[in-house]
């Protein structure tokens, strides 16, 4: 196992099956059309299985799930060939979920409809003909790579302990790499810290005709440094989070929260948290995104399996169409299907 894997899994929560059937709620609007534009697969015996049927499970919680946006998950390599052609092995696994599911035999759901991957940035222009391998096996369905940036001196506190250089997004290889996306009609999900976020707003600058979507609404941190000082943190995030959404080419994903290293303490209850409880915990974080993105570039996300180490999938729907309670039909459709239908081109 690699250390970028170990530290990848490592800084997850268990996810306890009997915990989580201690919570159900029925669905609100459960007619609500949803693309989920942020799941992984998994199967690997040091973290577990989740795959086809365990998504399909969640999904059944009873909302409507239409379609699904798969992300790399350093996941599912080819064992051999050429090192950077490796991760052509995870768009071909991701593509044959999605071929099954495209079949109608597993219900309506559209699995991997979308397909975003891993290719290194730092093999400069290289990393084109990985692309291009990439699109080759994709089946009409990859739609670009994530490259994480994600790193912090207290990073270890939450169990992350793959270091990634700081400034990564700088690095003039990384952008050599990163300038072959635009040409090749492919976007790219940004994964970085808070204290990061000034990276991306540069690199998003310096490339406005890339998409460019960032996840979990930008990672602002709870723990190490950072325990106890959620409302330092907060007022230093939410700053970075308007200057990046005055890059029109971005993009924000609104979920990802259950993760360790936002410091939130839901996984520690006698029972999981309503979502009534998620709605009010996230409400500050959600719409400050959707103020300054505007529901037309944002997407609420599941980010499961990681995220159910804290909630159910049910539960976790219910929470995001509290927080979007206020809103118009429009923008609900925007929030939940429509913004990541056009960002990852589904055609839905």
Sequence with gaps: MSSAISAQISSHLAIRKEWLDRRREDPLDPALPIVDPHHHLIDRP????????????????????????????LSMYRAGGPEEMRPVGEIEFANGVAAMSASGGYGKPRLCAGIVGYADLMLGAR?????????????????????????????????????????????KRVREGFAQL??????FDAWAFHPQLGDVVDL??????TPIVMNHVGGPIGLGRYKGKRDEVFADWSTRIRELAACPNVHVKLGGLGMKMFGFDVHEG???????????????????????????????????????????YGVFWNACKRLAQGASAAEKADLFHDTASRFYRLGL
């Design 127 to 171: 990393v084109a003909e990985v692309l291009e391998a990439m699109i080759a096996v994709g089946g009409g369905r990859f739609r670009g790579i994530r490259y994480i940036a994600s790193s912090d001196p207290d990073q270890a506190q939450w169990g992350a302990t793959f270091v990634r250089p700081q400034g990564l997004l700088l690095d």
């Design 182 to 187: 635009a040409p090749l009609g492919l976007s």
């Design 204 to 209: 998003a600058r310096a490339f406005p005709a």
């Design 270 to 312: 006698e029972l999981p948290p309503s979502s009534e409880q998620l709605a009010a915990a996230w409400r500050p974080y959600v719409e400050t995104c959707i103020a300054a993105f505007g529901p037309s570039r944002a997407m609420f996300e599941s980010n499961f399996p990681v995220d159910k180490g804290s909630y159910g």
């Design 46 to 73: 040091e973290s577990g299985t989740y795959l086809m049927s365990d998504l399909l499970e969640d999904i059944g919680s009873g909302h409507s799930i239409v379609a699904t946006v798969y992300l790399e998950w």
